[in-house]
Structures are given as C-alpha cells and as structure tokens.
C-alpha cells in the first residue's frame, strides 16, 4: 500500500487513524523517551510536591521527582513489555493453534488437538489478572517475569483465534488444490493457510497490546511488576496515591490518563484493523477471544 | 462450553432438558480437577523447592523436611499429586504464615467481603447496560446511541485502580461526601463479624448506623466497578440487539405492523445470551480482577488477601486463592451454561 492510498483510508475512519497517531507515538516514546525527558526521571530536583506549571507539566511528586519525566520515559517500560510479550504469545499462539486446527491427515493429529485445546481450557479456567499476579508471585517482581507473566495469559487468546481462522481457511479450494499436487502437510500450512489466516489474529494482537499494558500497569500498582526507581506508570499511579487525599492529585491522575490513552490508542488501531479485514466479524461477540472481559 | 455438554445437547434433542443440563454439570467436576492440576503444575514449574517456599519464614531444616513429607514432597510427581489431593479434599490449603491460620480460614473471612462487592457492581452494572441497550436499539441512530457506544469502548479501556483514585479525590476530597477509602466500617462501629462482609453483619446484628456507615463505604468501590466494567458488558449486549434488528424475525414483526416497542424487545432478546455470556466472563474475572480496586480502598477482601500473599511471598495464601478463584469462574460458567437454557430457545431443542 501506498503513502496516499494509506492517508485515504484514514481519512475515512478517523478512529483509525487516532489509533495509528498514538501507536505511532507510543513507539517513538518507547524508543528514544528516557533520552529527551527534560528532568531526570530518578533523581528529585528538590521541590516538592508542585502543582503542574510550565516547568513541570504534570508537577513534581513527593520526593521532588519531576511527573512529567517519569511519563515519558515509562513509555519504555510499560509499552515496551507489553509488545515483547504480545509478540511471545503471539508466536506460541500460532504454532499451537495452527496445530490444534489444522487437518494433519494423521491418526495422531486429533489426539494432540484434544490436548492442545484442553491445556488452553484450564488456562483460561483462572483468572487472568491473579493468574498473571501469581506467576510475578512465584518468580519474583522483574522485567523478564512480568513479560512471561502477561505472554502466558495471553497465549490460549492467540491459540483459539489462530485455530478458528485455521478452520476456516483450510475449506479453500486453493488448499485441496496444495493437497491434491502432493504437498506435504506441513508445507500446506506454512506457505498456504498461515499466511491467509492471520488477520483476525494480527487485528486483535493490537488490542490485546493495550490490555497487556493495563496488566503491567496493574501488576506495577501493587508492588508486584516494574519496581520504582524504574520509571514505571503503574508505580507512579501507586506512589501518588497517598497524596491524593490531601488535594496533590496530578501525581496520580495524569500518568493514568496517560495511560488510558495508550490502552485506547491500540484498541482503536485494532478495531479499525478488524472493521476492516472482516466488515461482519463473528468472534466480536466470543469474550474467551478478548483480553479480559473488557 | 465441553465438547461433552455439546454432544449430549445435539444428541438427546428430546424436549426435556435435564439430560444435557445433568451433562453439563458434571463437566464442572472435570474443569474443577483442571483448576487443581494447572495450580500443582504451575507450583512445580516455577518453585524450585515448594517446601522451602511453603514454610515461609520458618527456614528451619525440621520444618521444611515437615512440608516435604506432609506434602509428600519426597516420593514421585503422581504420587505428590495424589497426596496434594487428599490433602485438599480434608480442606487442608495448608497454613498462611502472614496471618498465622490456616488458608482456609482466612479465606472464608474474606471471600464473602469481595463477593459482596462484586455481586452489587455486577447486578448494578448489568441493569445500566440492559437499559442503555435497549434505549440504543429503539433509536439506533440517536444521539443517546453514539454517546453510548462511545462511553462502550473508552470504559473498557481505563485503569479500574485509576478511575477509583479518581473518585476519591473528587468525592472524598474536594466534595467530603463519601468516608475515607480505608476499609468496609469506621472502627468507631463495633459490629460482629459473621459473613466478614461489613453491610450483611451490621445488618444481622441490627446495627442501622453502623448499616449506613457500611454502605457510605460501599458507594465508591462499587462506583467504579460499575463504571468500568458497565463499558464491555453494554458494548457486546448493544451489538448483538442491534445485529437482532436486522433478522428475519424483525423484519417480519415490522410487516405485520406490531408496535415499536414490541419490536424493540424481541431484538433485545435476541442480545440475552450476550448478555448473559458477558455477565458470566465479567463475574468470574472480578473475584480477582477487583484486587487493584480493592488496594485502593483497602477493602479486606479475598483479593487484597492474595496481593499480600504475592507481597510476602506466602504461598499457601495464594496457592489456596487462586483455586478459590478457579473454581469460582468454574462454577459461574456452569450457571452461565445452564442460563442459555433459559434465555435462548435454541439451546433447549
């Protein structure tokens, strides 16, 4: 797709295009944000507790930090951990539930299906925010455990929307006609029936983007994700939230609209996608294929 | 919903529907022993030691060579798992070292404080959201309509641990009108504790003012479940009622002249096992998915029972939670499962 052709269509679907703007930011503030913040976001400038100004646009926090730092540069972690694990379970997904859907012609293929999609049942089974607090839990408060943490969650949406596009794509005439040449089952699946199920899947890794920044966001609030001095959105929300009662609200308020923001961001981007690649979408209404109830 | 619970429906087709409900019901034994798998599974692959962790701050030798034999730790992974769940079954989830009792214990203090609070959210939140979809579906076009599909997507996306700082600020501080967001009673009230749940016992002891205190307490948690989770559950209900507009059977009503009303409801109808689906996946989630709002108001409830679990690295506390929570979401989906037989014709052919 072209540059122009690409500004047509977000011309016609504003929420689209309000969606690609804040990815588009949210990736560039993940990438270079801790760089440009224009205080240190660790280190207090030692006046406490102001109320936002032109020098400090979100104001500074109890310990003198300047708020609007510590935003910008938790672009990194939260929107960064979030990615790298939607990408993990987004791999695991597709090889799964291409396994689980995909007609191996082989006595043993429906016995693994049976177990694939078992296994994703009792996941599910639990629920995803104590599941994800649970696993930090056991393996202590880090990066690298946070980031499994949210792509084990995850993993049984991707599985069961790669299974059921499977399922769909593989009734195409194109793949009898790869079957009945004689090609091997497995080249079938890569180079014929991946590649044309893939856009419900990549539609809603999008959305679920926003919802696994929610999830780091919430495992960081209660001490149980990225820990402070890391500048952490989640952390900060957690760390104002003693001076909200006596009136410093912005401390707490304004990462959190920050933060909507960003879940919004990548929710409108996936439901634009999803409007559209499929106009009359039947898993819209299925919540085990949506990140949380939400 | 079980492949089993399935076949059985498609099969009998006989106009009673015990048979598949009776079915479905014994699937929940099934998704129980899952839940109890996947929690002995998990504890395996992410402890190196369980007994080391189990015993918490009593490292002594003695008291973890005790853990491992009673969890019989030592012999063979089925043999473990068979003693964990015998051990479960005589109602043993082992001891939490953070308040000294037994997991069991403290979870029936607790549970019943979060069930409350997410039993009243959910009941108010599903009321909004089958009103407002009904008043979408009679004028899909109206400003009321694109104001509520709005509302729809954004409040699914908000931090539910914000939105509650939010209000406090707002009702707490600047307007003084709401306690502060420190528990479920003013310590100043001396009620019993029964259930655990500060409005039932205050109620059960016949205390009115300490019953008032309880619910000024209550107001701003369940004010921002409902406004969060009200969003989803309105946006799935709105698009299947509306989806129902354009159906035969509309179409048909339309035709024979029956009023707008009348018309309106039948698409609304057609929404019910939505509704009822997301009622059920938003149930199940909030037994744990209320712990951030619960932090915030430090409500005492199951969920904030675990989030110090997590904190204090006590794992007979969270271990017990989360199967707690497990089997909660499994027995919500069963009601869901047999709702269906109510709401929807279909399922009952």
């Known amino acids: ?294 | 919903m079980s492949a089993a619970a399935e076949g059985a429906r498609k099969r009998t087709g006989a106009p009673s529907w015990l048979g598949p409900v009776a079915a479905r019901a014994g699937t929940l034994v099934l998704q129980v022993l899952g839940v109890v798998t996947i929690v002995f599974v998990l504890v395996r692959v992410f402890l190196d030691n369980p007994a080391r962790a189990l015993a918490g701050q009593n490292q002594s030798p003695e008291a973890i060579a005790a853990i491992t034999e009673r969890l019989g730790l030592d012999g063979s992974l089925p043999q473990q798992f068979w003693s964990y769940l015998t051990s479960l079954f005589q109602g043993d989830l082992g001891d939490a070292f953070s308040t000294g009792n037994p997991v069991l214990t403290d979870l029936r203090e607790r549970v019943p404080a979060t069930l409350l609070l997410i039993t009243v959210a959910l009941a108010i939140a599903a009321v909004i959201a089958l009103l407002l979809a009904a008043a979408v579906t009679a004028r899909p076009r109206g400003l009321l309509a694109r104001g509520v599909s709005g509302y729809g997507f954004v409040a699914g996306a908000l931090p539910d641990f914000w939105i509650g700082l939010a209000l406090v600020f707002v009702f707490y501080f600047q307007l003084g009108v709401v306690p502060a967001p420190a528990g479920q009673l003013d310590p100043a009230y001396s009620v019993e504790i029964v259930t655990g749940a500060a409005v039932i016992d205050a109620l059960i002891a016949g205390n009115m003012a300490a019953f008032s205190d309880a619910l000024a307490h209550m107001a701003l948690p369940v004010a921002t479940l409902v406004l969060v989770y009200t969003g989803p559950i309105l946006r799935l209900t709105m698009t299947a009622s509306r989806s129902g507009l354009g159906m035969d059977f509309v179409r048909f009503g339309r035709a024979l002249g029956l009023r707008q009303r009348r018309i309106t409801w039948y698409a609304v109808r057609n929404a019910l096992p939505t509704f009822v689906t997301i009622l059920g996946t938003t149930y199940g989630f909030l037994l744990g998915g209320a712990v951030l709002v619960e932090t915030v108001f430090s409500w005492g409830g199951a969920g904030q029972y675990a989030v110090a679990a997590v904190q204090q690295s006590d794992f007979a506390a969270l271990q017990g939670f989360v199967l707690v929570a497990g089997i909660f979401s499994a027995l919500v989906y069963l009601a869901v499962d047999l709702l269906y037989y109510v709401v929807d014709p279909r399922a009952r052919a």
């Not at chain 1, 090889?95 to 006595?107: E, M, Y």
């Not at chain 1, 994703?120 to 925010?129: G, I, K, R, T, W």
């Not at chain 1, 769909?168 to 080249?187: C, F, H, I, K, N």
């Open chain 1, 1 to 294: 797709m072209s540059l122009r052709e690409l500004l047509t269509v977000l011309r016609g679907d504003r929420a689209l295009a309000a969606g690609v703007v804040i990815v588009a930011i949210s990736l560039l503030l993940a990438a270079i944000g801790p760089w440009i913040v224009p205080f240190d976001p660790e280190r207090a400038t030692g006046e406490v507790l102001l109320a936002p100004s032109l020098e400090h646009p979100f104001g500074t926090d109890a310990s003198g930090i300047d708020v609007f730092s510590r935003v910008v540069a938790g672009f990194r972690a939260d929107v960064t951990i979030a990615i790298v694990a939607v990408a993990l379970s987004l791999a695991g997904g597709v090889v799964l539930g291409a396994l689980a859907g995909f007609d191996f012609r082989s006595p043993w293929a429906g016995r693994g299906r049976w177990t694939i999609l078992r296994l994703a049942d009792m996941v599910q089974a639990l629920p995803v925010f104590i599941l994800a607090l649970a696993l930090v839990g056991m393996t202590g408060p880090s990066v690298r455990n946070v980031i499994v943490a949210i792509a084990f969650v995850n993993l049984p949406i991707f599985l069961r929307l790669t299974r059921g596009a499977v399922l769909v794509t593989q009734r195409e005439a194109y793949v009898d006609a790869a079957r009945v040449m004689g090609l091997p089952s497995r080249v079938t699946l890569r180079r014929h029936v991946l590649p044309n199920s893939m856009e419900p899947v990549i539609a809603n890794a999008s959305i679920t983007v926003g919802f696994a920044v929610l999830l780091t966001a919430g495992l960081s609030f209660l001490g149980a994700g990225v820990r402070p001095p890391t500048p952490e959105w989640g952390a900060t929300i957690a760390s104002g939230s003693r001076n909200l009662v006596t009136g410093e609200w912005w401390i707490s308020v304004l990462p959190g609209l920050v933060l909507s923001v960003v879940v919004l961001g990548f929710a409108l981007l996936g439901e634009g996608l999803r409007r559209r690649w499929s106009p009359a979408d039947r898993t819209a209404g299925d919540p085990r294929l949506q990140a949380g109830p939400r």
